[in-house]
């Protein structure tokens, strides 16, 4: 199981741009075996809410909110799962996780949570007006 670590949260005003970091731990089949990874982000009481999500093959998927905004990218080498996201919104202001789970995403269209079972600790992410 991957363990996970978070890093680039911060504050910005509306309109300007943050990229988000996961650094994934040390695994010997990383290159070789599939993994279904992905940004989710939610506010307290809330349900997670999926961001970006990259699959083994690099297929992606976006909330439709973020099209356009958002980049999810995986660099094996360097073992690190980014968010890059432009135009920021207040809407956006949240806890950014990333999750991991071995195998590849079980749905095309959809974010499930639930099929995650290995997260990060969360950064925050505050977009000022």
């Known amino acids: 199981q991957m363990q996970l670590v978070e890093s680039g949260g911060g504050s910005v005003q509306a309109g300007g741009s943050l990229t988000l970091y996961c650094l994934f731990s040390?695994?010997?089949?990383?290159?070789?075996?599939?993994?279904?990874m992905a940004w989710f982000r939610r506010a307290p009481g809330e349900e997670p809410a999926g961001v970006a999500r990259?699959?083994?093959?690099?297929?992606?998927l976006y909330r439709d909110s973020a099209k356009g905004r958002f980049t999810i990218s995986k660099d094996n080498a360097k073992k690190t799962l980014s968010l890059q996201m432009n135009n920021l919104r207040p809407e956006d202001s949240a806890m950014y996780y990333c999750?991991?789970?071995?195998?590849?995403?079980?749905?095309?269209?959809?974010?499930?949570?639930?099929?995650?079972?290995?997260w990060g600790q969360g950064t925050q992410v505050t977009v000022s007006s």
């Open positions: 040390e695994h010997a089949y990383v290159p070789y075996v599939p993994y279904c």
């Open positions: 990259i699959d083994h093959d690099d297929t992606t």
């Open positions: 999750a991991a789970e071995r195998g590849w995403c079980s749905s095309a269209t959809h974010f499930i949570d639930t099929d995650f079972h290995t």
